[in-house]
């Protein structure tokens, strides 16, 4: 035989064999992953509204998975650095991200991005919708929502408003409510949902918006004083608590949204192994009665998909990047 035969032949067998590890590799991964912890890496500070629905999760995804979900906390700039850590790690389905609709303002709230929501991940599905409350420090001089009105628009110089820090949902629910009253307030940006919290119960600020999985402890104990929540229906588990819709603010309505993602290239098989996965742990009974008493509604299994939590990431990019531009606010 010839050489030239002979390279023809080298060629057309190492095609063969790439074909066929195209064809076997992806089922065999899948077969075998996972066989070693998987980390879900929450932006956030523990303790905090997108760490509570991280730390319910994990123990069901990983009863199904075989494996332990480990909680990484990786703070900073508004979940960017966690993002962006998930977004460089190797695409094997062991380091993954649990964001809520935060992942949808950074676009236009950082000037320079060092990720791309939409071309540097993979999509696990959707999780759950979390409403919010507006809130007061326990000794607020206000008692009702229009007392409350009636106050900052008098006070406004001294009442302030503290958020999670810069672009966090506390925030942009913050401005949004400025902004239909009419008033700007001091508001004061924290490192954390956490220590905001820490600085109302304490009496240190006057206002703050924040998600159900935290604040409806606080509000059945008296902690805090609410005056609505942000949904467009009452809770379930705050039935005497009206919307801020119907107290005036029409239209107001602020759900915040989680989703789950893995670095792009994560191949299908392992992405479907964690759909299953997800699916199974928003069904377990312990998880569904715990997001229910923090009014926390768990999406239809329709949005448990890569393609459906895209589809909302895509739509919610272009909802609030307008809002973020006109008000002129960034984070860098």
Known sequence: MTTQPKARLA????????????????????QAYPDKPVTLVVPFAAGGPTDVVARMMAIPMGKSLGQTVIIENTVGAGGTIAAAKVARAAPNGYTLLIHHMGMSTAPALYKKLSFDPLKDFEYVGQVVDVPMTLLARKDFPASTFPELLAYVKSHKDKVSMANAGLGAVSHLCGLLFQSQIGVELNTIPYKGTAPAMNDLLGGQVDLMCDQTTQTVPMIKDGRVKVFGVTSTTRLAALPNIPTLDEQGLKGFEVKVWHGIYAPKGTPGPVIDKLGVALREAMQDPLVKQRLAELSSDIVPQSKMYPAALKTHLEAEIKKWGPVIHKAGIYAD
Do not use: K
């Open 11 to 30: 060629t057309l067998v190492a095609a063969s064999a790439a074909a066929l590890l195209t064809t076997f590799s992806a089922p065999t991964l899948a």
